[in-house]
């Protein structure tokens, strides 16, 4: 889907591994950073204090929600992308008690599956309609969900782990899933003091330490790789440049590993880039969005602002 050189997000796990040994610096595509096990870490992250992003959403959400719901109106569809542990948006469903479905979209099956179950028995009056797909690529909502308004959500800032240019073929396609007459709600990291950024992203030992590091497990598990987790460390760097976040894995000592048949070196110190984490002002993300056919409607903070949410719509009015 992407056009950022070279599309490791489209190769199957192996060959987007194999292929992302052979760039300088080394990268994986984030998305692998998933695994059942990645996603059960990464709500241990969330609840760290460095880590602001699901508190400041939260906040916004609390204070916004009853404004978004009014908006939409009622007998409308919930589609929320990369749903995880579908915590956060539980503060909308409350503040929509007239929302007929809710469909959360996640990569990682296991937790969408309990997610749906425990949204199902809270909500009881809630279509729940769980669809298992990987975002990046082509897949279709459940019939129906488009009958009424459709709301769009992408927490988590997870549309600032994409490059900027695919940001906007993200938010492009957008369009054709939810339909010519739907809503969008963005969470959106905020460029701020950088060193603020590296504290929040860097936890030696703690959970996000982990949750970066899985990758080898997983490779270890899925690739029949042997690589040894104590023989790596995790950080995260502030490119200026690029205003991101970069987080990276570094060998502690000189390592081979096998991947896909081909043998590739990974030196000690150089960096395997796992994730970046684009942060924009409310205006160079709403311009993003209205390069990408969205209309901004409102884009809201939190008290510190440190994070932010952007409602976007493609309804002619609204
Ligand atoms: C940063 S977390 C955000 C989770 C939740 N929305 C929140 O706000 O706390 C990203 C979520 O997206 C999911 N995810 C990552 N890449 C994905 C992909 N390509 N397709 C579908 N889900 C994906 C992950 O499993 C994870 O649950």
Same mark, same amino acid.
């Given at each position: 889907?992407?056009?950022?050189?070279?599309?490791?997000? #489209?190769?199957?796990?192996?060959?987007?591994?194999?292929?992302?040994?052979?760039?300088?610096?080394?990268?994986?595509?984030?998305?692998?950073?998933?695994?059942?096990?990645?996603?059960?870490?990464?709500?241990?992250?969330?609840? +760290?204090?460095?880590?602001?992003?699901?508190?400041?959403?939260?906040?916004?959400?609390?204070?916004?929600?009853?404004?978004?719901?009014?908006?939409?109106?009622?007998?409308?569809? /919930?589609?929320?992308?990369? +749903?995880?542990?579908?915590?956060?948006?539980?503060? /909308?469903?409350?503040?929509?008690?007239?929302?007929?479905?809710?469909?959360?979209?996640?990569?990682?099956?296991? $937790?969408?599956?309990?997610?749906?179950?425990?949204?199902?028995?809270?909500?009881?009056?809630?279509?729940?309609?769980?669809?298992?797909?990987?975002?990046?690529?082509?897949?279709?909502?459940?019939? *129906?969900?488009?009958? *009424?308004?459709?709301?769009? +959500?992408?927490?988590?800032?997870?549309?600032?782990?994409?490059?900027?240019?695919?940001?906007?073929?993200?938010? &492009?396609?957008?369009?054709? /899933?939810?339909?010519?007459?739907?809503? !969008? /709600?963005?969470?959106?990291?905020?460029?701020?003091?950088?060193?603020?950024?590296?504290?929040?992203?860097? #936890?030696?030992? *703690?959970?996000?330490?982990?949750?970066?590091?899985?990758?080898? $497990?997983?490779?270890?598990?899925?690739?029949?790789?042997?690589?040894? $987790?104590?023989? !790596?460390?995790?950080?995260?760097?502030?490119?200026?440049?690029?205003?991101?976040?970069?987080?990276?894995?570094?060998?502690?000592?000189?390592?081979?590993? =096998?991947?896909?048949? &081909?043998? !590739?070196?990974?030196?000690?110190?150089?960096?395997?880039?796992?994730?970046?984490?684009?942060?924009?002002?409310?205006?160079?993300?709403?311009?993003?969005?209205?390069?990408?056919?969205?209309?901004?409607? =409102?884009?809201? =903070?939190?008290?510190? $602002?440190?994070?932010?949410?952007?409602?976007?719509?493609?309804?002619?009015?609204?």
């Amino acid at each position: 889907m992407f056009e950022d050189e070279p599309n490791l997000a #489209d190769l199957d796990f192996e060959a987007s591994v194999a292929r992302g040994l052979t760039l300088r610096p080394r990268r994986f595509a984030s998305k692998w950073l998933y695994d059942d096990r990645g996603a059960a870490l990464f709500e241990d992250i969330v609840a +760290s204090d460095t880590y602001y992003v699901g508190r400041a959403e939260l906040e916004i959400l609390e204070a916004h929600a009853h404004e978004i719901g009014e908006r939409i109106g009622d007998g409308g569809a /919930l589609v929320e992308l990369g +749903s995880g542990a579908s915590w956060k948006v539980r503060t /909308l469903l409350d503040a929509m008690p007239d929302l007929a479905r809710y469909v959360p979209v996640e990569i990682s099956e296991a $937790q969408l599956i309990e997610a749906a179950a425990a949204i199902r028995s809270d909500y009881p009056a809630l279509e729940v309609l769980p669809v298992a797909a990987d975002y990046t690529r082509d897949f279709d909502l459940p019939a *129906g969900v488009k009958d *009424g308004p459709v709301l769009g +959500s992408f927490l988590g800032t997870t549309l600032c782990n994409f490059l900027p240019a695919n940001s906007e073929i993200f938010l &492009q396609r957008m369009h054709g /899933l939810l339909g010519e007459n739907s809503w !969008f /709600l963005a969470g959106v990291d905020l460029d701020k003091d950088p060193a603020r950024l590296v504290e929040a992203y860097n #936890d030696p030992g *703690g959970p996000l330490w982990d949750f970066n590091l899985n990758i080898l $497990q997983r490779m270890n598990r899925e690739l029949g790789t042997t690589l040894d $987790q104590a023989d !790596f460390r995790h950080e995260a760097t502030w490119n200026a440049e690029h205003r991101r976040i970069e987080a990276a894995i570094y060998p502690m000592r000189d390592l081979s590993v =096998t991947v896909a048949g &081909q043998g !590739f070196d990974l030196p000690a110190g150089e960096p395997i880039i796992l994730e970046y984490s684009h942060k924009y002002s409310l205006e160079a993300f709403a311009a993003l969005a209205a390069r990408a056919g969205w209309r901004s409607v =409102t884009a809201w =903070t939190d008290r510190d $602002q440190l994070a932010s949410i952007h409602l976007l719509t493609n309804r002619s009015a609204a």
